[in-house]
């Protein structure tokens, strides 16, 4: 597509309820990250994937969270037995190969998922 | 390992006044900075980029940065504000050697009053 496109946009769960996140990347590019915001916080590093391998999976705050590529494309976010603290934007965002000829050090987000754990 | 400070959570002008947003990081190896800018209910989008060419970089919408070694500085300025700058504005780092883990700062919401 022409952008990145997250979905959903809002999520209300309660806790212990388990969330998917999903994530459509632009089209061609291989690099795709994920990370958090919370209220007042900045942007919070959660994982990185190349390809469909994840190198970087530091930022992945608990076991409860996982995430998954397939096709070298869409990606999901899962999170199992929501807390509160889990209360979020979710963002997600790609690049082109940052070894690439073309890559230029951007990142194009999408618009994020809000996660509402009540 | 990369770090991004950002002073000031908020910062208000009157709009046409000089917008100044400071941003300091801590970086092993040669860094590559950035700006990003969120406005209310979107994603965020590339303001503008240093990767070691000119300290002095030009973006969108008017703004421009410094690069500043000595100081680990790269504070994002633009002489006058408009209202429709009034956003959240990240600051972000990454290593040159290995540049696809952004770290990002705790960000600065820009306020433009009339």
């Known amino acids: 597509g022409a952008g990145v496109s997250q979905s959903p946009s809002n999520k209300v769960t309660e806790k212990g309820k388990d969330v998917e996140l999903r994530c459509d990347p632009i089209s061609g590019h291989t690099a795709l990250y994920w990370y958090r915001q919370s209220l007042g916080q900045g942007l919070e590093f959660l994982i990185y994937f190349q390809g469909n391998s994840a190198p970087d999976k530091s930022g992945l705050p608990s076991d409860r969270f996982s995430a998954e590529r397939t096709g070298g494309s869409v990606s999901t976010l899962t999170i199992q037995r929501t807390q509160q603290e889990d209360s979020a934007v979710y963002l997600c965002a790609s690049s082109s190969d940052f070894l690439a000829g073309d890559y230029t050090g951007e990142l194009f987000f999408g618009e994020g998922s809000r996660l509402t754990v009540l | 390992a990369q770090s991004v400070t950002q002073l000031g959570s908020h910062v208000s002008v009157s709009e046409g006044a000089l917008v100044l947003l400071r941003c300091n990081y801590s970086s092993s190896v040669p860094p590559y900075l950035f700006w990003y800018v969120q406005y209310p209910n979107q994603g965020l989008q590339l303001l503008l980029k240093?990767?070691?060419?000119?300290?002095l970089v030009k973006g969108i919408n008017g703004f421009e940065a410094e690069f500043k070694k000595s100081e680990t500085s790269f504070h994002l300025t633009k002489p006058s504000a408009h209202m429709s700058d009034a956003a959240e504005y990240f600051c972000a780092v990454t290593r040159s050697d290995s540049s696809y883990k952004l770290i990002f700062g705790s960000g600065t919401r820009l306020l433009v009053r009339p």
């Open positions: 240093y990767t070691s060419a000119a300290t």
